[in-house]
């Protein structure tokens, strides 16, 4: 019914940079808190950051001053750009959605993406 695609995942330097992206599609009427997450090897699901529907952002203190996260509304698209990139940055990055998916509804309804690899290696 929704549908998060992600892009932008990949091997970088130490160091380096990336940005993730992911679009949602599908039967949304409005999204609302949307994020991102990572699980690394051996460790579990951690919330990296969130972003409200209007544009308040909540940071995991590990990436606090090297993250951004951002939002597109009417793409509806939120991104993850990433610096300074550390390997205890490497993990599988998943986007999350929470969506309305019908107008008269106050229920939201998390969507997950797929999860793409990011890894930070020399």
């Known amino acids: 019914q929704v549908q998060l695609v992600e892009s932008g995942g990949g091997l970088v330097q130490p160091g380096g940079s990336l940005r993730l992206s992911c679009a949602a599609s599908?039967?949304?009427?409005?999204?609302?808190?949307m994020g991102w997450y990572r699980q690394a090897p051996g460790k579990g699901r951690e919330l990296v950051a969130t972003?409200?529907?209007?544009?308040?952002?909540v940071y995991v203190d590990s990436v606090k001053g090297r993250f951004t996260i951002s939002r597109d509304n009417a793409k509806k698209m939120v991104y993850l750009h990433m610096n300074s990139l550390k390997p205890e940055d490497t993990a599988v990055y998943y986007c999350?959605?929470?969506?309305?998916?019908?107008?008269?509804?106050?229920?939201?309804?998390?969507?997950w993406g797929q999860g793409t690899q990011v890894t930070v290696s020399s």
């Open positions: 999350k959605a929470a969506v309305t998916e019908y107008p008269g509804s106050y229920y939201n309804k998390d969507y």
């Open positions: 599908g039967s949304i009427y409005r999204l609302n808190t």
């Open positions: 972003i409200s529907s209007g544009g308040s952002t």
